[in-house]
């Protein structure tokens, strides 16, 4: 079988979003600014019975934002040193292993080391 392709940056995020998603402890630690963030506004709409300044408009925008915008960040500069990801990639799968292809990369990791059973 060979597949290729080349893996957009949207992909790649929304790829990394749907991973997060799946991992408890990573989603917990994620919800952490926004969850304060939504503390704030109830903090501000609920005690101070007033509607936020703008100071308090941003900080909530920069705490609900923070996940996302970090996720994004961390995608772009693994994108810059990741050799894998220049371009069109070709992945070969045959009796021997995996043959993975690209313009930066030429890798063929051998399944026999791998599986041991069938």
């Known amino acids: 079988m060979t597949f290729t392709f080349t893996p957009t940056f949207a992909q790649q995020y929304r790829t990394i979003l749907t991973m997060q998603v799946q991992s408890r402890g990573l989603l917990l630690v994620n919800l952490l600014f926004p969850a304060s963030g939504v503390v704030l506004l109830l903090l501000v709409f609920g005690r101070l ?9 941003t900080i909530v925008a920069l705490s609900l934002g923070f996940t996302p915008l970090l996720t994004a960040q961390n995608l772009f500069l693994a994108r810059r040193k990741n050799a894998t990801v220049g371009g069109s990639q070709t992945y070969v799968f045959d009796e021997s292993g ?21």
Do not use: F, K, V
């Open 49 to 57: 019975h007033r509607a936020p300044s703008l100071w308090e408009w």
């Open 98 to 118: 995996i043959n993975i292809r690209g313009p930066n990369l030429s890798s063929s990791p051998r399944l026999a080391s791998h599986l041991s059973c069938r």
